[in-house]
């Protein structure tokens, strides 16, 4: 069983950024790979980014390549989510995810433990 946390969402300017964090506790941190995802209103849930249980291995997806960038400390059991020149578009209810392995997967049925979620909200 994993427990996830997340924290660090909020309201920014379109071009500013955010960084959100998870927290997990339960299994060894560094034996599975977590996940980021969003929901936006009106809209299916859909990936964003992921990373590998030791860190060295990242998947994200095309709409963020290059502006969002995630990271794991896992001596802190902490995986971030660094969001950069954000667009109005990137609004969305973001969740973490933990994986079963340590192959960060890009579907959402990877991942089997999700955290509550943490809004964040881009104005024009």
């Known amino acids: 069983q994993v427990q996830l946390v997340e924290s660090g969402g909020g309201l920014v300017q379109a071009g500013g950024s955010l960084r959100l964090s998870c927290a997990a506790s339960?299994?060894?941190?560094?034996?599975?790979?977590m996940g980021w995802f969003r929901r936006a209103p009106g809209k299916a849930r859909e990936f964003v980014a992921s990373?590998?249980?030791?860190?060295?291995?990242?998947e994200y997806a095309d709409s963020v390549k290059g502006r969002f960038t995630t990271s794991r400390d896992n001596a802190k059991n902490t995986v971030y989510l660094q969001m950069n020149s954000l667009k109005p578009e990137d609004t969305a209810v973001y969740y973490c995810?933990?994986?079963?392995?340590?192959?960060?997967?890009?579907?959402?049925?990877?991942?089997?433990?999700w955290g509550q979620g943490t809004q964040v909200t881009v104005s024009s």
């Open positions: 995810a933990a994986g079963l392995t340590r192959v960060p997967g890009v579907g959402r049925y990877d991942y089997v433990y």
């Open positions: 339960g299994r060894t941190f560094s034996s599975y790979a």
């Open positions: 990373i590998s249980g030791t860190g060295d291995s990242t």
